[in-house]
């Protein structure tokens, strides 16, 4: 008898695995290197660009079609079989509905594409954005969608660029480098996020700005692990963020956001959730 249920549950304990992975893979789907090589041979796939039609005409990936994700569920489309849906590789909440939406037609089997556009461009792949000189626009995210992205995006890196002495930059409120605690200093990133991945840039950083060099840029050019990383930028309210986005553009990395408002943010968002 006690055999039997070993054996029962060994079965239960195989089966509950390969749903475990299974569903782990479905919820990545493909990496844009294997997008890439699909492509190269000509395979029979769809492509699905679900941002907004201004990002897509700004540049998007070869042969990719425009269905802005709150589309999808409702858009009528022929039993077309393999469909890769991506979108900038920040909001990642939107590509997930997206494609299940798109998986609960008949004759489709979506996936998504792991990075989405900007981990397609900085692969060097090509795609309809025309090359040259660009106005510089720098992405920023809210702590409210700072916190959904935690939640739903596994690459997310915090990159702390705070003045870990919580002083202020000339002209600036102390107030925003302080947490709901008094004298606490900067707000703790781990607790107040739990689970995500934390890289301090610097130990200590002068009012004067980043001209003494942060000791950052070459060991993140080596490790961005291929570019597979979401890089978050937070910085004490005093603009260090935009150097920081600059610097990592430089070094080939593009997927990356900056807080808007840094240890501000911080702050008021924790407030607001403690209310």
């Not at 990642?92 to 489709?108: F, Y």
């Not at 200590?204 to 060991?219: A, C, I, K, L």
């Not at 610097?247 to 911080?266: C, N, Q, T």
Request: charged letters at 25%.
């Amino acid at each position: 008898m006690r055999e039997k249920r070993m054996k029962k549950l060994s079965v239960f304990c195989i089966v509950l695995c390969a749903v475990f992975f299974i569903g782990f893979g479905a919820c990545f789907g493909i990496s844009c290197e294997e997008l890439h090589g699909l492509m190269e041979r000509e395979e029979q796939l769809t492509l699905i660009d679900c941002r907004d039609n201004a990002s897509f005409q700004g540049g998007h990936i070869l042969g990719a079609i425009n269905i802005p994700a709150r589309l999808c569920g409702i858009k009528s489309l022929p039993q077309v079989g393999r469909i890769v849906v991506y979108s900038d590789g920040i909001d990642e909440l939107s590509v997930h509905e997206a494609v299940e939406a798109l998986n609960s037609k008949p004759g489709i089997q979506a996936e998504m594409l792991e990075g989405g556009f900007l981990r397609w461009e900085a692969l060097g792949y090509q795609s309809t954005r025309t090359k040259g000189f660009r106005e510089e626009q720098l992405p920023y995210v809210s702590y409210e969608e700072l916190e959904k992205m935690v939640m739903n995006n596994p690459d997310v890196v915090l990159l702390d660029a705070r003045d870990q002495g919580a002083q202020a930059a000339p002209g600036q409120s102390t107030r925003s480098l302080r947490t709901d605690i008094p004298g606490a200093g900067p707000t703790d990133l781990i607790s107040t996020f739990p689970g995500a991945r934390v890289v301090r840039l610097w130990s200590s950083m002068n009012t004067r700005g980043v001209s003494s060099g942060p000791r950052w840029s070459g060991e993140l050019a080596v490790n961005k692990g291929e570019h597979s990383e979401l890089y978050v930028v937070i910085d004490s309210g005093n603009g260090v963020s935009e150097e920081v986005a600059r610097k990592l553009r430089a070094a080939g990395i593009r997927r990356f956001v900056i807080l808007a408002g840094g240890e501000e943010s911080l702050v008021r968002g924790r407030w607001r959730g403690s209310q």
